[in-house]
């Protein structure tokens, strides 16, 4: 199993916990919700009883208990109306009920908050009560909004935690395994060095020993690009479209003649501040990548066009291609489709490209079975 699909399976089951959990409080809340909002419409019933008994009452009638209720509400709005004229209310400012249009506006909102209730005070004689949210409804309404601001504050909090943490914990290992490869191979590679400079003294095809020197170069360039993880590299102004036709020419003579290599690139320089190491570094896993893609036999086109502000290249194989859902999983540290490979060329590819020259890289276009294309843009230096 891949890195990167137990991390996709912890990171849904974390989503997946944390949707219930989130759910759980939404449906609490709803039931609070109505549980008050059922509570407060059999007050207003009572009260709109209450409000009976004192229409109907005579000079026997103990009106202790009825007046009691009506003045104990302090919190609910209530407007009692009878033939549309306003008889009585309750908790409601004086303005508006001087005021027809916010009046007007006010029974509107009460009539959507809650279904008014009507009673018959005397045989054909009714009255409307109609009554808002009390001030804690409204608050309780707005309760799960803040709970989950909240929540997903936290999350963002452990998230970005977590993700901090992660990448300190990879560059580490990163630089430390790559600085101990340069390392290692420091000295066998100075040994070549000189057994390259005895050849040039013996008898021997200078071209032989120029195609090997090429090689050891490329050693040194391996190792230089080794010792610079971990490290900030040096930019400078270079021609963007040399040093990608350098790698990738150096790359065409070492590769089988089953693979076509051709490209399409300006006549003239663009200039980009890059490291020309890490640079090269980021053409050999593309093309190596695509290479393996194409199982070693195809067409691999290079690239190299401008716009005002960015030079692109574009890198363009006939291999299997890509689905749509992995073209960011791939750039992801340990995912591969290889049965052998640590899935680390398209993440460290991706890390060279966008942090340390700014850049970006994506997947331009991926057909399955008809191959992909992949797409560095980087900014252009003003001359």
Partial sequence: MHFSESRNTTRWTIIFISFSIISLILWNTYTFFQIFKNEERLKMNILANAQKTIINADEYTDLDLPLEITNSNSSVPVILVMYDKVINSKNVPEEILNDKAKFKELLKKLKNENEPIVFEYAPGKHQQ??????????????????????????????????????IATQNKLWA???????????????????????????????????????????????????????SVPVLENHDVVAETLSTFEYLQLRFSKQVTFSYQ????????????????????????NAIDAMKGKGTLDLQIEQD????????????????????????????????????????????????????????????????????????????
């Fill in 265 to 288: 690139i300006p006549d003239k320089s663009i200039f980009a501040l890059i490291n020309p190491t890490l640079h090269s570094w980021t053409i050999e896993n593309l093309v190596k």
């Fill in 308 to 383: 005002n502000h960015h030079v692109k290249i574009n890198i363009k194989d006939s291999g299997t291609g890509i689905s749509k859902n992995q073209f960011k999983t791939i750039f992801e540290p340990g995912f591969t489709t290889k049965k052998r490979g640590w899935g680390l060329g398209l993440s460290l590819t991706k890390r060279i490209v966008e942090e340390y020259h700014s850049g970006k890289i994506k997947v331009l276009h991926s057909e399955i079975g008809k191959g992909t294309t992949f797409q560095i843009s980087l900014n252009k230096k003003v001359q």
């Fill in 129 to 166: 009560l109609y009554y808002g949210n009390s001030a804690l409804l409204n608050k309780l309404k707005y309760y799960p909004i803040a709970l989950l601001l909240i929540i997903f504050l936290f999350a963002a909090l452990i998230y970005n935690f977590y993700k901090s943490t992660k």
């Fill in 176 to 230: 430390g395994m790559a600085k101990e490869t340069a390392h290692q191979i420091g000295t066998p590679l100075s040994s070549l060095i000189g057994w390259v400079e005895i050849l040039k003294t013996e008898e021997i095809d200078q071209t032989i020993t120029s195609e090997i020197e090429k090689d050891v170069e490329r050693l040194q360039t391996i190792t230089d690009r080794f010792s610079k993880i971990g």
